[in-house]
């Protein structure tokens, strides 16, 4: 193909993309209004977390962890996905101590009020930093709740930390995650990927602009998410600093955990939407048919977003299960252990 070509097709795709982005924007005010004026019981909800307890606590390079927690009881970890904060975590931050379980929540470095460290956004950091918030707060018997890359993160954290895990974790929420990359293994599309991720433009920027932003985060949920909830989450987006999004994406682009997740002897809970278009079912079927003894939920019609989307099912199961296993005597679960 020569360059005459190339310009003359990369002008037609400009020519498509800007005729869907202009449909998009006539549409979006229609589309906007429709879905605000549905059905809502969080409307006049803050959907920000109300805690008893925060604290900074350090990484190992030098970065910081703003963490959050609230209740007395077995602590109950919740690690958010990319661009989001600990403030998704709102509704279960007021349900969990109900239950008699501490809620501790944290922002992901460079997410919300903490700050990535010298040695940037990678999966192996998000695992070390896991293990600093258990260790710095000296939590035990926790169950670890990870929703997309925070699901992530705790997968690899019990991969490549497993001292840790013996000695303070009962038993693992894989959420609306994954445990491997489809271009982590084939070196010439993650090379085009991450320049992809690096021409990301400022997704912050199109996220403050209200009824577009509204628009682009409802796609993270599926059949008649609540307003609020797709709001919500549009401010969490209009957050994130474009380094913040384009970094922690790109760091991610590697992540293969899925043979050694095989190792991981723990209870573990995963739970999707069937209609989950970011992270879909059979990525949370892959983790567990690797995890031995571990538990799939399918949630019909929800998307990426179950804590918004499904709340009290959600809230139900965690807590069901942290207390299954926060009730046996240490060393009496499952070979709690990895690797």
Same mark, same amino acid.
């Given at each position: 193909?020569?360059a005459?070509d190339?310009?003359k097709?990369t002008?037609? &795709?400009?020519?498509i993309? &800007?005729?869907?982005?202009?449909?998009?924007?006539?549409g979006e005010?229609?589309v906007v209004a429709?879905l605000?004026h549905?059905?809502?019981?969080?409307?006049?909800?803050?959907l920000?977390?109300?805690?008893?307890? @925060?604290?900074?606590?350090?990484?190992?390079d030098a970065g910081?962890?703003?963490t959050i927690?609230?209740?007395e *009881?077995p602590?109950? #970890?919740?690690?958010?996905?990319?661009? =989001?904060s600990?403030?998704?975590?709102?509704?279960?931050?007021?349900?969990f101590?109900?239950?008699?379980?501490?809620?501790?929540?944290f922002?992901?470095?460079?997410?919300?009020?903490?700050?990535?460290?010298?040695?940037?956004?990678?999966v192996e950091?998000?695992?070390?930093?896991?293990?600093a918030?258990?260790? $710095?707060?000296?939590?035990h018997?926790?169950?670890?709740?990870?929703?997309?890359?925070?699901?992530?993160?705790?997968?690899?954290?019990?991969?490549?930390?497993?001292a840790?895990?013996?000695?303070r974790?009962? *038993? %693992? +929420?894989?959420?609306? $995650?994954?445990?491997?990359m489809i271009?982590?293994d084939?070196?010439?599309l993650?090379?085009? &990927?991450?320049? #992809? +991720?690096g021409w #990301?433009p400022?997704?912050? &920027?199109v996220?403050?602009?209200?009824?577009?932003?509204?628009? =682009?985060?409802r796609?993270g949920?599926g059949?008649?998410?609540?307003?609020s909830?797709?709001?919500?989450?549009?401010?969490? =987006?209009?957050?994130?600093?474009?380094? $913040?999004?384009r970094?922690a994406?790109?760091? %991610?682009?590697s992540?293969?955990?899925?043979?050694?997740?095989r @190792?991981?002897r723990?209870?573990?809970?995963?739970?999707?939407?069937?209609a989950?278009?970011?992270?879909?079912?059979?990525?949370s079927?892959?983790?567990a048919?690797?995890?031995?003894?571990?538990? %799939? +939920?399918?949630?019909?019609?929800?998307g990426h977003?179950?804590m918004?989307?499904?709340? @009290?099912?959600?809230?139900?199961?965690?807590?069901d299960? @942290?207390?299954?296993?926060?009730s046996?005597?240490?060393?009496?679960t499952?070979?709690?252990?990895a690797?």
């Amino acid at each position: 193909m020569n360059a005459g070509d190339v310009l003359k097709r990369t002008g037609v &795709a400009a020519g498509i993309a &800007a005729g869907v982005v202009g449909a998009l924007y006539a549409g979006e005010r229609a589309v906007v209004a429709r879905l605000r004026h549905g059905d809502d019981p969080d409307a006049e909800a803050a959907l920000l977390p109300v805690f008893d307890d @925060a604290r900074v606590i350090d990484t190992h390079d030098a970065g910081v962890l703003y963490t959050i927690a609230r209740g007395e *009881g077995p602590p109950i #970890v919740m690690a958010h996905g990319v661009s =989001l904060s600990s403030r998704v975590w709102a509704k279960q931050f007021e349900a969990f101590p109900e239950e008699g379980f501490r809620a501790v929540a944290f922002d992901a470095r460079g997410h919300g009020e903490s700050r990535s460290g010298s040695t940037g956004h990678s999966v192996e950091n998000l695992a070390a930093d896991l293990a600093a918030v258990l260790e $710095t707060l000296d939590l035990h018997d926790a169950v670890l709740v990870g929703h997309s890359m925070g699901g992530m993160a705790v997968q690899a954290f019990a991969v490549h930390h497993p001292a840790v895990l013996r000695a303070r974790v009962r *038993g %693992l +929420v894989l959420m609306s $995650t994954a445990s491997r990359m489809i271009v982590s293994d084939v070196s010439v599309l993650r090379g085009a &990927a991450e320049r #992809v +991720v690096g021409w #990301v433009p400022d997704t912050g &920027a199109v996220m403050r602009r209200r009824n577009l932003g509204f628009l =682009l985060a409802r796609i993270g949920f599926g059949d008649d998410p609540a307003a609020s909830h797709v709001e919500a989450t549009r401010q969490m =987006l209009a957050a994130c600093s474009r380094e $913040t999004i384009r970094e922690a994406s790109r760091g %991610l682009l590697s992540l293969d955990l899925s043979e050694e997740i095989r @190792a991981i002897r723990l209870p573990t809970l995963v739970l999707v939407g069937t209609a989950d278009a970011l992270t879909p079912p059979r990525d949370s079927h892959q983790i567990a048919e690797a995890i031995p003894g571990s538990e %799939l +939920v399918e949630f019909p019609g929800a998307g990426h977003m179950l804590m918004y989307e499904r709340t @009290a099912e959600v809230d139900r199961l965690i807590v069901d299960f @942290a207390r299954s296993c926060t009730s046996r005597p240490a060393g009496k679960t499952p070979a709690a252990s990895a690797g």
